[in-house]
């Protein structure tokens, strides 16, 4: 068994009833986070009474924007630059 992400997600189970909450995907960075499902095209879990419960979907094609995003558009939305690192100085 490899690394995954926790999808936060639950549901009864269809066969028992049994409230499944331990869903995974590897959709992600399988880093072992919990993460929303509305960012993976495929989520699962299993039941104790063996019952397999899976979530897949198309992921949606985004239109392209007419103009690229700035640098400043990117870091609005929570990426950080991580190379060149901000101690390494450019090369000219």
């Not at 269809?14 to 909450?21: Q, S, V």
């Not at 072992?32 to 063996?50: M, Q, R, W």
């Not at 979907?57 to 190379?83: C, D, Y």
Request: overall charge negative.
């Amino acid at each position: 068994m490899g690394m995954f992400d926790q999808v936060n997600f639950e549901m009864p189970c269809p066969k028992c009833g049994e409230t499944l909450r331990d869903f995974q995907t590897k959709d992600a960075e399988c880093a072992l986070d919990t993460i929303e499902p509305d960012g993976v095209a495929n989520f699962y879990s299993g039941c104790k009474c063996g019952q397999w419960v899976e979530f897949s979907r198309r992921m949606p094609r985004r239109a392209l924007r007419e103009k690229p995003l700035t640098r400043e558009q990117v870091e609005a939305m929570g990426f950080v630059m991580v190379s060149p690192a901000p101690h390494q100085k450019e090369q000219a």
